[in-house]
């Protein structure tokens, strides 16, 4: 048996929550306002070009402060696919990482495109990520890193 599950990771908020014998998972704790989370999601780009979900803001809204793509194999000059961008799904949709630096000749292996700012994702709303071309040919994996802060408590991205 692994030390982890004999030992299970709790937080304690405070001392009342030692004395109490109050504990709080982790995933708890994390899902309070303002708090820095991180989410990780692979997603695959051998897709037919259109917009797929990569996340969807969960319980409450969350303001997304920094996304990482990271490409897993070398996927430039591959099949028809010519590129990736990264957007949320707003009418008006705020892009992450526009389609011309998500092309196909910037995602050789573990190559990452990188974005930092502030997007407001109301609940329900997603990060959707858009292939452009076509399918590669082969399973393809792209991970994201998504940095957050949830705008009211409970808010996280799934």
Same mark, same amino acid.
């Given at each position: 048996?692994?030390?982890?599950?004999?030992?299970?990771?709790?937080?304690?908020?405070?001392?009342?929550?030692?004395?109490?014998? *109050?504990s709080h998972t982790p995933t708890m704790y994390r899902r309070e306002v303002?708090?820095?989370?991180?989410?990780?999601?692979d997603f695959d780009i051998n897709q037919a070009a259109g917009t797929y979900?990569?996340?969807?803001?969960t319980d409450n809204p969350i303001l997304v402060n920094g996304v990482v793509?990271?490409?897993?194999?070398?996927?430039?000059? %591959?099949?028809?696919?010519?590129?990736?961008? *990264?957007?949320?799904?707003?009418?008006?949709?705020?892009?992450?990482?526009?389609?011309?630096?998500?092309?196909?000749?910037?995602?050789?292996?573990?190559?990452?495109?990188?974005?930092?700012?502030?997007?407001?994702?109301?609940?329900? %709303? %997603?990060?959707?990520?858009?292939?452009?071309?076509?399918?590669?040919?082969?399973?393809?994996?792209?991970?994201?890193?998504?940095?957050?802060?949830?705008?009211?408590?409970?808010?996280?991205?799934?």
């Open positions: 048996m692994s030390a982890s599950r004999l030992w299970p990771a709790t937080h304690l908020r405070s001392i009342e929550d030692f004395v109490s014998g *109050v303002g708090v820095c989370q991180i989410a990780t999601f979900d990569i996340c969807t803001a793509v990271m490409a897993l194999d070398d996927h430039s000059g %591959k099949g028809t696919y010519t590129g990736i961008s *990264v957007q949320s799904d707003y009418t008006t949709n705020q892009v992450i990482i526009s389609q011309g630096n998500g092309v196909a000749a910037n995602l050789t292996s573990y190559s990452q495109l990188a974005w930092d700012g502030e997007i407001y994702l109301g609940t329900g %709303k %997603k990060l959707q990520y858009t292939v452009y071309g076509g399918a590669i040919g082969s399973a393809s994996l792209m991970t994201s890193i998504v940095r957050y802060r949830a705008v009211l408590d409970g808010g996280y991205l799934a």
